[in-house]
């Protein structure tokens, strides 16, 4: 009996002794995951603080895009009614281009007229001359018919040479307004590509938002998880402190006893 209390006794501080062991790396080995947890959770805030900056200005970059978008839309429609203003210009000028063409016709017509009257109205000077006496107020008739008509055949000459410098000047702007329809043409082309572009930018520009929000999320959750490991770390610690000084004060209990230290294989005996 004496025999067994002894082997009892040397046992229990043997289970001490490797329980105060184990808690001992128990211990250590929860300080050191405590300490790089507690790392990772500082890291992870940096890198939480770093996030939260990129998705700030992510954001912006998204409102910023989707302003730009607007205006260029906006100045696409604005070029493309300065293009169809530009047409119905270019329409109207060639109309009134014609107009004035027709209006030379029948000036040059009128000037025709009053070359056949002059001619009339000499001949019927002449006669009326032959005619002596009798033909006096004839005269003075075709006199006035002949000055009227040259009067007339001199406007028709001066409103010819306007319509002409008119036509010139219809001309002129007529290919003027041509080349400002094209211009407006290539820039509605180049404000449709910059457009285009400018979708495509904010579609990844909203993406990459939204990305940097779930990454910031993902983070978030990685680091709750880390401050609930570093805090199952340090509870682990003091748990395992804890054993190790109940090891050690069962140690301290039984080393009243002055007993003869066996190994493992005599326990097992």
């Known amino acids: 009996m004496k025999k067994i209390g002894r082997k009892y006794i040397l046992g229990c501080e043997?289970?001490?002794?490797?329980v105060a062991i184990g808690a001992e790396q128990i211990t250590q080995s929860s300080e050191t995951l405590a300490k790089g947890s507690s790392d990772q959770a500082a890291s992870i805030e940096d890198i939480t603080s770093t996030m939260t900056q990129i998705g700030n200005q992510s954001q912006k970059n998204a409102e910023h895009s989707n302003h730009a978008n607007q205006y260029t839309v906006m100045a696409k429609n604005a070029a493309q009614?300065?293009?169809?203003?530009?047409e119905e210009m270019t329409a109207a000028i060639v109309s009134i281009n014609e107009s004035i063409k027709s209006i030379s016709k029948i000036i040059k017509t009128i000037d025709d007229i009053a070359f056949q009257t002059n001619l009339l109205a000499l001949n019927a000077s002449v006669e009326a001359a032959r005619a002596g006496k009798f033909g006096k107020g004839f005269v003075v008739v075709a006199k006035e018919v002949y000055n009227l008509a040259s009067n007339s055949a001199k406007s028709a000459k001066e409103t010819s040479k306007i319509i002409e410098d008119a036509v010139i000047k219809v001309n002129h702007g007529v290919q003027v307004l041509e080349k400002t329809s094209k211009t407006f043409h290539t820039i509605h082309n180049n404000i449709t590509q910059a457009t285009n572009l400018v979708s495509e930018i904010t579609v990844?520009?909203?993406?990459?938002?939204?990305?940097i929000t779930e990454v910031h999320q993902s983070i978030k959750n990685v680091n709750d998880i880390t401050q609930n490991n570093a805090s199952n770390a340090e509870e682990m610690a003091a748990a395992a402190e804890n054993l190790s000084n109940q090891a050690y004060n069962l140690r301290q209990s039984l080393s009243q006893f002055q007993l003869k230290?066996?190994?493992?294989?005599?326990?097992?005996?």
């Open 14 to 18: 043997m289970y001490a002794q490797h």
């Open 81 to 86: 009614d300065g293009a169809f203003q530009m």
């Open 204 to 211: 990844s520009s909203n993406e990459q938002a939204l990305g």
């Open 261 to 269: 230290k066996i190994s493992d294989q005599d326990l097992k005996n």
